[in-house]
């Protein structure tokens, strides 16, 4: 008779993870439909980006942004939404950049460029210098400042191609850009002109911010990006023609920082109303062109993640806030700002969720948190088997949400496709039309099933 108990106790629990299991492939798959056939991430990002288009921190555009959005959440019927007020840093590109190749012969031909972020401008007639090139800083120090004093360094290191993950071939990359003009300034140059970081061959120059580090004023030099097609060719010409020279005018200027504003909405949780679970994007982006997918999708995507809850019928445990931050590409004020409020109001979040890899298909999740929350979550993965959805990893979550880190709460960012996205990356083509969308919305139902995951079962 025991046994027989026993065996139909057993029997209970394995039908009860079976009847438990189905139903959140029931709500997961609920998600997605919804998602696809009535989703609003692309009707938004089509506002964002063809009506208000680049978002620059402190800009005209940026703030009308953040007016629209909170007026978006408003419309949905949030629970509360807010702006959470940011300093953020005002840097204005100015009249459009100009450069041009001279031959020893004088004659010229003409490049795409565009300032860096942050850079200074060249002084009002423009700068023309023989260029030194090279790949890293050690070349730097290899030649020596007497070879370098007086001269623009051009350097041109690609995108290694044998990274499959593309974001770990810019990484590799990155510091060519970020702290060239810095590095070249302590050898006498007068100028910097980057290889545009982008893995195939164009004419578009990807921008991106620099930073001098606490070199003074005077020691400041202008930083521009050139396109990969024209890194070739100046490459090129450099070989058969040692003593060319570069020009290259640029006006850009940083002024006092402005006050600008994080977008936050938030659904209060139905039993854990102090405990918050986060997704959000960067609302800022690039001035080169509208920030379709960096990163107008994330936020677009963020804020249906919590339409799909609401018309899905699922009512939170937890309180569920999107964020929209201000100023990630240039300074990361807005998830600073978030996270010293969090800390300050003693609020604790669970999980924080970002999307800033682009609208593409999406292919998992990367995490980070510890080894006994990971073993949790990826039981989870069966459940998004059937949306190809396949990359579960512990790693990096976003430049916004890291700001939340603090050993407990696990933070995460969406994994799409990765192959096309620095074919846009703060480029002028980085536009709505490059945007998929289908793709866009299974990236927002994706982003909706962990978190609803999340909030039911926890972290811990």
Sequence with gaps: MKKL??????????????????TDQDVIKSIYNNSLTQGKSYDWLNYLSNQIGGRLSGSVNAQQAVEWTKEEMEKLGFDKVWLQPVMVPKWVRGGKEYAYIESSSGKSTTVNICALGSSVATPSLGIKAPVV????FDDLARIGKDSIAGKIVFFNRPMNPKFIETFNAYSDANDQRTKGAREASKYGAVGVI????????????????????????NQKIPAAAISTNDAELLSTMLSLDKDLKFYFKQNCRQLDDVQSYNVVGQITGSEFPNEYIVVGGHLDSWDLADGSHDDG???????????????SGIKPKHSIRV?????????????????????????????????????????????????????????WKPLFKPYLIHYFEQGHSGADVGRLKNGTTVLAGLSP?????????????????????????????????MVYLIDKYGTN
């Design 417 to 449: 496709d990765s192959q096309r996205y620095f074919d846009y990356h703060h480029a002028a083509n980085d536009t709505f039309d490059a945007v998929d969308k289908r793709e866009l919305e299974l990236g927002a139902a994706t982003m909706a099933s």
């Design 194 to 217: 980057v290889r545009s970081l982008n893995l195939r061959l164009d004419d578009f120059p990807h921008t991106g911010n620099m930073s001098y580090g606490d070199l003074p004023d």
């Design 5 to 22: 108990i026993v065996i139909m106790l057993c029997f209970g629990f394995s039908a009860l993870n079976v009847v438990q299991a189905q």
């Design 297 to 311: 999708a994330g936020c677009m995507q963020s804020m249906d993640v919590l339409r799909l809850l609401k018309i």
């Design 133 to 136: 090139e090279v790949k890293t």
């Design 323 to 379: 964020v929209l931050f201000m100023n990630e590409e240039n300074g990361l004020r807005g998830g600073t700002k978030y996270a010293e409020l969090a800390k300050q109001n003693n609020e604790k979040h669970i999980f924080a969720l970002e999307s800033d890899s682009g609208g593409f298909t999406p292919r998992g999740f990367s995490f980070d948190c510890t080894d006994e929350q990971f073993e949790k979550i990826i039981a």
